[in-house]
Each structure stands twice: as structure tokens, then as C-alpha cells.
Nanobody, 116 residues
Framework: QVRLVESGGGLVQAGGSLSLSCAAS????????MGWYRQTPGRQREFVAL???????EYADSVMGRFTISRDNTKNTVNLQMNSLKPEDTAVYYC??????????WGQGTQVTVSS
């Protein structure tokens, strides 16, 4: 079992920045990748960014160049620095991990609201 606790998020004006953090506890050794998804009402949860244990990172095209994901394997944390935020980035952001046996775990979600 893996437990995820998120922090950060909030309200910011367009063009501003926010940072999200997620701390994992439990069966840490089994975590393969950590990352973030987001969801708006009426839409499917969508991929934002991920960081593999070996340091490789991936981003959704919509956030490339604006968001930066970082992972600390010693602290079992993953952070998402969000710059140049747009109103369309408004969503509930979920921390996500997948394990070596490809079992997924999710955080409780944190609201990010970008005003125009």
C-alpha cells in the first residue's frame, strides 16, 4: 500500500505561479513513477507530468515549458512547479504513483484555480 498526501494549490491570477507537493508513505520501494494528473468537471482525468525513478520526466504538451516536475527519491516526494499559469489550467490536481507491478495510487486532490 502507498499513501499520498498533497499540499499546495490555491488561487492565482493568470501568468502567476503555484507549486504542488506530494509525499508518499507506505511500501515506498515498489514505486516506479510519480506524477500528476488533473481533472475538471465533466471531463476525464488527464495526464500532466511524471518522473521515473531513473530521473526521466514526461510532460503533457499543454504544460511543456511552463511546468516543471521534480522528484526526490530519498524523501519520497514529487513536486510540480507551475509557472505562466493560464485559466485553462484550472482543475483539481491529483498526485499519482505507479508501482513496479503497475498498481496505481492517487492522492486526495488539490484545487488549482487560475483567474483571468
Amino acid at each position: 500500500q502507498v499513501r499520498l498526501v498533497e499540499s499546495g494549490g490555491g488561487l492565482v491570477q493568470a501568468g502567476g505561479s503555484l507549486s504542488l507537493s506530494c509525499a508518499a508513505s507506505g511500501t515506498i520501494f515498489s514505486i516506479k513513477a510519480m506524477g500528476w494528473y488533473r481533472q475538471t468537471p465533466g471531463r476525464q482525468r488527464e495526464f500532466v507530468a511524471l518522473a521515473q525513478r531513473d530521473g526521466r520526466v514526461e510532460y503533457a504538451d499543454s504544460v511543456m515549458g511552463r511546468f516543471t516536475i521534480s522528484r526526490d527519491n530519498t524523501k519520497n516526494t514529487v513536486n510540480l512547479q507551475m509557472n505562466s499559469l493560464k485559466p485553462e489550467d484550472t482543475a483539481v490536481y491529483y498526485c499519482w504513483v505507479t508501482t513496479v507491478i503497475y498498481r496505481d495510487y492517487w492522492g486526495q486532490g488539490t484545487q488549482v484555480t487560475v483567474s483571468s
